[in-house]
């Protein structure tokens, strides 16, 4: 069966099934923030309008500036990109040809980035059900590659790691001439918001990237920002083609910035549901990762693979996300994300359907 590779667009997936496409239809795959994009952003929509008879800034100074001051950080420290997926491009440009490990399960696109740039990849495999990072078995890996990629938190088991743990990664890596890539596209869905840019100062080969697709809501605009050094900035800027972030997803980013009430009212959110759906997926037998964030792992243990439950959720309108292409998982788990409360509702309401018919 040929799977999508990403979550969202549910017609693929419904397509790989073989299942007709409902009219109505719950996406759990994507996981954006619930409530949207941050009011501020549809109130000054309109003067989006007026930025299309113009190029964008190049340099896209006003936006780099506000990035730089939420960081705490050097304004040329900061690079950005039309979306994750392009800068996670930019990288593995970057570091053609080099020895990249992941760890795993990760988004798949770093490693297709990485061989499109004819990188050896290897992994480091987290442990099924606990998925901690446990940085002594890693470091003992790191002799052997160039560049580290690592999600944090972890996507797709919505998993923090020891902040320990990673500071010791980087420690050792520091030693050893390896790049260390920290996707945090999730950290400010965490309740206990944390994140390694701060460190950049001390480890020159620390790289952070950013997305603002996830906690502003705003995918289709594609907007994000790596943080590290300007000399590795300069080398990654090379790369990128000119006036590649457009105009009204740079005005979006600056607004989007400002949104720190929208920040703290999504976290809280989150937080509540995350709390009520673990509640029921234990009382109703099923077992779900330790997320922190906006999304989760699930499956019914009395299943290996999950295939029969991906096809009864699609069945009544509910599209998770399979993990066939991420290893360490390979199908035995879904991933959902959290919704509106309504959504939510439905989805216990058909996982509940799916333990009698059992």
């Not at 740039?117 to 890996?141: A, F, M, P, R, T």
Request: glycine share 6%; proline share 7%; net charge neutral.
């Amino acid at each position: 069966m040929k799977w999508p590779l990403h979550g969202s667009n549910p017609q693929y997936l419904y397509q790989s099934m073989g299942i007709p496409l409902p009219d109505h239809y719950i996406d759990f795959s994507a996981n954006i923030n619930p409530l949207g994009p941050p009011l501020s952003l549809k109130e000054k929509w309109g003067q989006a309008f007026e930025l299309i008879n113009d190029y964008p800034d190049p340099k896209a100074y006003k936006f780099s500036l506000k990035a730089a001051e939420k960081e705490g950080l050097p304004m040329n420290w900061i690079l950005p990109g039309n979306g994750g997926s392009e800068l996670i491009a930019l990288i593995a440009r970057m570091i053609a040809g080099k020895r990249v490990l992941i760890v795993q399960p990760a988004f798949s696109e770093y490693e297709e980035a990485c061989k499109a740039n004819g990188c050896q990849i290897g992994y480091h495999v987290l442990e099924e059900g606990k998925w901690e990072l446990k940085s002594d078995s890693l470091i003992q890996k790191l002799d052997h590659y160039d560049a580290l990629f690592l999600c944090n938190p972890n996507n797709p088991t919505g998993k923090s790691f020891s902040r320990s743990a990673i500071s010791h990664v980087l420690e050792e890596s520091s030693t050893r001439n390896c790049f260390v890539i920290i996707d945090e596209a999730f950290y400010d869905f965490t309740e206990e918001v944390h994140s390694f840019a701060s460190y950049i100062p001390i480890y020159p080969n620390l790289m952070i990237l950013r997305s603002m697709t996830k906690m502003y809501s705003i995918p289709g605009i594609r907007l994000g920002y790596v943080i590290a050094r300007p000399p590795v900035l300069e080398k990654m800027a090379s790369f990128q083609p000119h006036w590649s972030v457009n105009a009204i997803a740079l005005m979006a980013g600056e607004e989007c910035l400002k949104a720190v009430e929208h920040e703290q009212n999504t976290r809280q959110y989150i937080g509540k549901q995350r709390s009520r759906l673990v509640k029921f997926f234990q009382e109703k037998g099923y077992e779900v990762s330790n997320s922190s964030v906006n999304f989760y792992l699930l499956r019914d243990p009395n299943h290996i693979d999950q295939l029969p439950l991906i096809q009864f959720l699609l069945e009544n309108g509910i599209v998770p996300r399979h993990t066939y292409h991420f290893p360490g998982l390979e199908g035995s788990w879904i991933r959902l994300a959290i919704k509106r409360k309504k959504e939510n509702d439905r989805l216990m309401e058909v996982l509940a359907k799916w333990r009698t018919v059992q």
